[in-house]
Antibody, heavy 118, light 107 residues
Framework: QVHLVQSGAEVKKPGASVNISCKASGYTFISYFMHWVRQAPGQRLEWLGYINAGNGNTRYSQKFQGRVSITRDTSASTAFMEVSSLTSEDTAVYYC???????????WGQGTLVSVSS | DIQMTQSPSSLSASVGDRVTITCRASQSITKYLNWYQQKPGRAPKLLIYAASSLESGVPSRFTGSGSGTDFTLTINNLQPEDFATYYCQHSATLPATFGQGTKVEIK
């Protein structure tokens, strides 16, 4: 059974960075891409980027290019996402999700709430 | 980027009803369309992929149809556990954008 477990809620000040982890189990980690999606309060889901867990290649939404970095530790079957230069508009629940194909997200983490406030 | 537009934004229905939600893409995405269900405080759950394929473990009362730019999610015999928000998402290219969601509420 596929299981993605994310790190806990974070409270950050504007200008800070946040790092979220996503530990995978129940499947071969390096055989899939891991995507990151966020949901601001009352807003639609927004795609941030992905990492090819096998070779480490990444791709990011142009909107977040330069501010989002996705990495992975294959020995720990864990993906990480760092978001830098946070503003209040980055307050959202951030999800990791395993993908089939380009972006069919078949298993999701439980979400990590990131609150940005001075 | 491809824009995804759902309608309606919300609807009220009763247990046992048939519910239809539509999703329109700003350009052709052939059949690269997925549907997700999200309940409050929970992560989205994949229901339908490739426009009409039912994800494993999802009840058969959920059906998807369409191709090109226009797609439909139908829920037959609506059950109490189906009251949730539904999102379409294209997976034709990146960024893989989502619709704004359709909230299905109890009448």
């Amino acid at each position: 059974q596929v299981h993605l477990v994310q790190s806990g809620a974070e409270v950050k000040k504007p200008g800070a960075s946040v790092n979220i982890s996503c530990k995978a189990s129940g499947y071969t980690f390096i055989s899939y891409f891991m995507h990151w999606v966020r949901q601001a309060p009352g807003q639609r889901l927004e795609w941030l980027g992905y990492i090819n867990a096998g070779n480490g290649n990444t791709r990011y939404s142009q909107k977040f290019q330069g501010r989002v970095s996705i990495t992975r530790d294959t020995s720990a079957s864990t993906a990480f996402m760092e978001v830098s230069s946070l503003t209040s508009e980055d307050t959202a629940v951030y999800y990791c999700a395993r993908a089939r194909g380009v972006a069919t997200l078949d298993s999701w983490g439980q979400g990590t709430l990131v609150s940005v406030s001075s | 980027d491809i824009q995804m537009t759902q309608s309606p934004s919300s609807l009220s229905a009763s247990v046992g009803d048939r519910v239809t939600i539509t999703c329109r893409a700003s350009q052709s995405i052939t059949k690269y369309l997925n549907w997700y269900q999200q309940k409050p405080g929970r992560a989205p759950k994949l229901l339908i992929y490739a426009a009409s394929s039912l994800e494993s473990g999802v009840p058969s009362r959920f059906t998807g149809s369409g191709s090109g730019t226009d797609f439909t999610l139908t829920i037959n015999n609506l059950q109490p556990e189906d009251f949730a928000t539904y999102y379409c998402q294209h997976s034709a290219t990146l960024p893989a954008t989502f619709g704004q969601g359709t909230k299905v509420e109890i009448k």
